[in-house]
């Protein structure tokens, strides 16, 4: 894929679509970055070692050497706005919000910005406008086993595990059994998920039910409901019984719950090609681990939000170590 070098001739379309800069090399959104960066000079009469050091702190980028392929998008993204709109090249605003706390929270996020334009978040794939609160985590644990989420709407930062929705408790379903782990959810999470399961008076007739009748876990996730138990853990699978006999539910005529439905048939068809291996993936180089299933999942036949952002993440956040607890509400990488 090749860029034109950004010149004060060219309009705004010159820059490339979203489509192009998902699709985009490493090397090319370097190179975008270097003509940008030079383009937004020349036009605002800056020195562009000055709009490089105004591109970090707004992107919180540290180094564009080593920054990864979510970051240097977005780098690619304020520049075009600051070529489109001069206006918008403005030292940036630090954030501040409130953080939930106890079991609802989340660590301090790596970095946060307002979206140079629309995009859809990293995580639960929700649309994102110009102007939104957008952020990364910080890098997982271990990076060996989890990969990390690209930029993240406000809800996915801080309120998925205080305020879960239907997408979010499939979300952490998915990307658990991804890693080859149980399933870990607070008690907010386990009172959305025992809900949705009663939410059927005929649950109890379900094949998945009759197959593995779930009394007992009912019975543990309305106890860690009543007693806000920050982890509860749920055997693989059981989370497979449960997802089944949601799927066995009458559909829903309302748009979130069509868009839950969706979201589960996309995770069962994942789940499935995990179990039968249709791109013959090689179990003696991958075994059948998490990478075994990052390498199924990106040679999908059927391409979905969940295949295109990959994965495992780690989304077994409790609340945060001492250490972080006082660091800045935007944390050390902030800008």
């Known amino acids: 894929m090749q860029f034109e070098a950004v010149t004060l001739d060219m309009a705004i379309t010159e820059f490339p679509s979203q489509g192009e800069l998902a699709a985009a090399r490493r090397s090319d959104l370097v190179h975008l970055i270097d003509t940008g960066v030079a383009g937004v000079a020349q036009l605002l009469k800056k020195p562009p070692e000055r709009v490089r050091s105004r591109l970090a702190k707004t992107t919180g980028i540290k180094d564009f050497t080593t920054a990864d392929c979510e970051d240097l998008r977005e780098a690619v993204r304020t520049l075009r706005l600051w070529f489109n709109t001069p206006s918008a090249y403005i030292p940036p605003k ?22 140079s334009a629309g995009i859809s978040c990293g995580l639960c794939a929700d649309p994102v406008k110009a102007g939104d609160l957008i952020g990364r985590m910080r890098t997982p644990k271990d990076p060996k086993l989890h990969k990390e989420m690209g930029w993240l709407c406000q809800h996915c930062l801080y309120e998925r595990r205080e305020k879960p929705r239907r997408r979010d408790v499939l979300l952490r379903v998915f990307h658990h059994l991804f890693a080859s782990s149980a399933v870990d959810l607070n008690g907010y999470e386990c009172a959305v998920l025992r809900t949705w399961i009663l939410e059927d008076p005929k649950v109890t007739a379900t094949a998945a039910w009759q197959r593995d009748p779930l009394h007992t876990t009912l019975t543990r996730l309305q106890t860690s409901q009543e007693e806000a138990k920050a982890s509860t853990w749920i055997a693989f699978p059981t989370a497979l019984t449960i997802l089944a006999l949601l799927r066995e539910r009458p559909a829903s005529s309302s748009p979130a719950a069509t868009a839950d439905t969706e979201l589960l048939d996309v995770v069962l068809q994942h789940l499935d090609e995990w179990e039968t291996n249709p ?30 952002r990959g994965g495992p993440f780690d989304l077994h956040h409790a609340p945060p170590p001492k250490d972080e607890e006082n660091e800045d509400e935007e944390g050390s990488g902030e800008a």
């Open 94 to 115: 630090r954030p501040r919000i409130e953080r939930p706390t106890g079991m609802g929270q989340l660590p301090v996020p790596r970095t946060l910005k307002t979206a």
């Open 279 to 308: 791109q013959r993936v090689s179990a003696a180089r991958y075994g059948r681990g998490p990478a075994f299933r990052a390498q199924v999942l990106a040679g999908t036949a059927s391409p979905s939000v969940l295949s295109e």
